[in-house]
Antibody, heavy 118, light 110 residues
Framework: QVQLQQWGAGLLKPSETLSLTCGFY????????WSWIRQPPGKGLEWIGE???????KYNPSLKSRVTISIDTSKNQFSLRLNSVSAADTAVYYC????????????WGQGALVTVSS | QSALTQPASVSGSLGQSITISCSGT?????????VSWYQQYPGKAPKLMIY???SRPSGVSNRFSGSKSGNTASLTISGLQAEDEADYYC??????????FGTGTKVTVL
């Protein structure tokens, strides 16, 4: 049974750095793509970026200057860092696994609410 | 990279069929073979319902079907059931517009 479990700090102050990690269980990170997606309270989904197991990344142009996604295949984990957060970054953050063809999300983490408040 | 346009809400009676539209442009849906749809209950993670425009993952009811015409993709739910009441999001992938989500549609079962 494939599972994604995510963790990280849930309360940040403006200008701090958001840091979340997602662990993959029931398989291997190898030969797959992995994404981070967020959802502000009461709003829709926004794709943040993706990483391939060999480390290639692609980011949403609107967040590209502040986002870093990394992967640690030895630990079956991948991580998200978002710099200089503001209240607009308050959201539930999800990690997700891409399907075999690569262009959809078939497994999702449980979600983590990150609140940015002074 | 603007969000794809979905109706805010769609409703239908038990047993009826409903269709949710997802409108984009020639740069996203119009040129994409990779449209997917997700169901989301309040407080829960989204669930994949349709991928590659028309394909259904194992375990998803055959009451859910997807299609695309021009710059608009659609999700049809036939034989509407109470458990179908949820939010639904479309998503499109192209090399130039990677992973754009729709604005979301709340489905209400009357």
């Amino acid at each position: 049974q494939v599972q994604l479990q995510q963790w990280g700090a849930g309360l940040l102050k403006p200008s701090e750095t958001l840091s979340l990690t997602c662990g993959f269980y029931g398989g291997s990170l190898s030969a797959h793509y992995w994404s981070w997606i967020r959802q502000p309270p009461g709003k829709g989904l926004e794709w943040i970026g993706e990483i391939h197991y060999i480390g290639n990344t692609k980011y949403n142009p609107s967040l590209k200057s502040r986002v870093t996604i990394s992967i640690d295949t030895s630990k079956n984990q991948f991580s998200l860092r978002l710099n200089s957060v503001s209240a607009a970054d308050t959201a539930v953050y999800y990690c997700a696994h891409h399907g075999v063809a690569g262009c959809y999300f078939d497994y999702w983490g449980q979600g983590a609410l990150v609140t940015v408040s002074s | 990279q603007s969000a794809l346009t979905q109706p805010a809400s769609v409703s239908g009676s038990l047993g009826q069929s409903i269709t949710i539209s997802c409108s984009g442009t020639s740069s996203d849906i119009g040129s994409s073979n990779y449209v997917s749809w997700y169901q989301q209950y309040p407080g829960k993670a989204p669930k994949l319902m349709i991928y590659d425009v028309t394909s259904r993952p194992s375990g998803v009811s055959n009451r859910f079907s997807g299609s695309k015409s021009g710059n608009t993709a659609s999700l049809t739910i036939s034989g509407l059931q109470a458990e179908d009441e949820a939010d639904y999001y479309c998503n499109s992938y192209t090399d130039n517009s990677p992973y754009v989500f729709g604005t979301g549609t709340k489905v209400t079962v009357l």
